[in-house]
């Protein structure tokens, strides 16, 4: 029901905007969650937009460089990534729960397939 897709190789200090789309989601009736999970490290939170698109937030360690946003037209929600850095290099996954950002990949009822983000020169 949610599909991540826009990842790839990028070269350090470049850009990527991953999307998540959804089929049988009305993505506006959601918070809608970005994880991140990089070989032999946690996953992670990289960010969230509130269900009304009035309340973002990012993980300190890509605060100014990433930027979530919706379009509630085409029923999709984007993250723009520039200044990507090696250690951003992982799988990217979206993730929709009710109303409301959490920190808490388990509360988040619908989750995507990944897609990776290479960062490498």
């Known amino acids: 029901q949610l599909q991540a897709s826009g990842g790839g190789l990028v070269q350090p200090g470049g850009s990527l905007r991953l999307s998540c789309a959804a089929s049988?989601?009305?993505?506006?009736?959601?918070?809608i969650g970005w994880f991140r999970q990089a070989p032999g490290k946690e996953r992670e939170g990289v960010s969230c937009?509130?269900?009304?698109?009035?309340?973002?937030y990012y993980a300190d360690s890509v605060e100014g460089r990433l930027t979530i946003s919706r379009d509630k037209a085409k029923n999709t929600v984007y993250l723009q990534m520039n200044r990507l850095k090696p250690e951003d290099m992982a799988v990217y996954y979206c993730?929709?729960?009710?109303?409301?950002?959490?920190?808490?990949?388990?509360?988040?009822?619908?989750r995507g397939q990944g897609t990776q983000v290479t960062v490498s020169s």
């Open positions: 937009i509130s269900s009304n698109g009035g309340t973002t």
């Open positions: 049988g989601l009305t993505l506006d009736e959601y918070a």
């Open positions: 993730t929709a729960r009710f109303y409301s950002c959490n920190p808490t990949w388990a509360l988040y009822g619908y």
